[in-house]
């Protein structure tokens, strides 16, 4: 994913393993640098009719997690606040302050189907056309439980209701 133009995206994704619409409904408010947490309280999603609208929504389970996620996710994140200004400087009085940490160019919030798009193209450059942009989300539980992380860590971490969803999609694991 080096080079790629949702490279700071891609990387914050596979170590939080954030749901799509959470990760692109991150506010920089919910980004402490201080502290080196993340606070997940809201999602993007689309409205189901053709040509739906975006908005922002609650939680899929209604409970806001607080992640401390790697140093290098905090520096990818420093790195995504340090490139958006420059955007934000560059875009003058176009630019829209959503406030959310992933953007386009002129600060407006990004679609589902632009980062699906983007994914596939980069894992189709290294040759796996199947990958999905939600199996960043798998790898981050495999990342997390080959570390010793628990399965009710993992739980937690992830936003799952049950931990029986947990372990059943991810069971791939060997929990």
Not at 41 to 62: H, I, P, R, T, V
Not at 76 to 85: M, P, W
Not at 152 to 160: A, S
């Given at each position: 994913i080096?080079?790629q133009?949702?490279?700071?995206?891609?990387?914050?994704?596979?170590l939080?393993?954030?749901?799509?619409?959470?990760?692109?409904?991150?506010?920089?408010k919910?980004?402490?640098?201080?502290?080196?947490?993340?606070?997940?309280?809201?999602?993007?999603?689309?409205?189901?009719?053709?040509?739906?609208?975006?908005?922002f929504?609650?939680?899929?389970?209604?409970?806001?997690?607080?992640?401390?996620?790697?140093?290098?996710?905090?520096?990818?994140?420093?790195?995504q606040?340090?490139?958006?200004?420059?955007?934000?400087?560059?875009?003058?009085?176009?630019?829209?302050?959503?406030?959310?940490v992933?953007?386009?160019?002129?600060g407006?919030?990004?679609?589902?189907?632009?980062?699906r798009?983007?994914?596939?193209?980069?894992?189709?450059?290294?040759?796996?056309p199947?990958?999905?942009?939600?199996?960043l989300?798998?790898?981050?539980a495999?990342?997390?439980?080959?570390?010793?992380?628990s399965?009710?860590?993992?739980?937690?971490w992830?936003?799952?209701?049950?931990?029986?969803?947990?372990?059943?999609?991810?069971?791939?694991?060997?929990?």
């Amino acid at each position: 994913i080096r080079g790629q133009p949702f490279e700071r995206l891609f990387i914050v994704d596979l170590l939080t393993g954030l749901r799509q619409g959470e990760l692109l409904g991150l506010r920089w408010k919910d980004v402490d640098f201080d502290a080196g947490t993340v606070t997940i309280a809201q999602q993007l999603l689309k409205s189901k009719e053709k040509g739906g609208a975006y908005f922002f929504g609650s939680l899929k389970n209604d409970k806001t997690r607080l992640l401390t996620p790697a140093p290098s996710v905090m520096k990818a994140l420093r790195e995504q606040r340090r490139v958006q200004t420059e955007w934000r400087l560059k875009a003058g009085e176009f630019w829209e302050d959503s406030g959310l940490v992933f953007t386009d160019e002129l600060g407006h919030h990004l679609s589902h189907v632009t980062v699906r798009k983007h994914f596939k193209k980069a894992v189709e450059s290294i040759g796996i056309p199947e990958a999905r942009f939600h199996d960043l989300r798998h790898s981050c539980a495999s990342l997390l439980y080959a570390n010793g992380v628990s399965l009710k860590e993992i739980q937690e971490w992830l936003g799952h209701s049950d931990i029986s969803t947990t372990s059943n999609i991810y069971t791939h694991l060997n929990f």
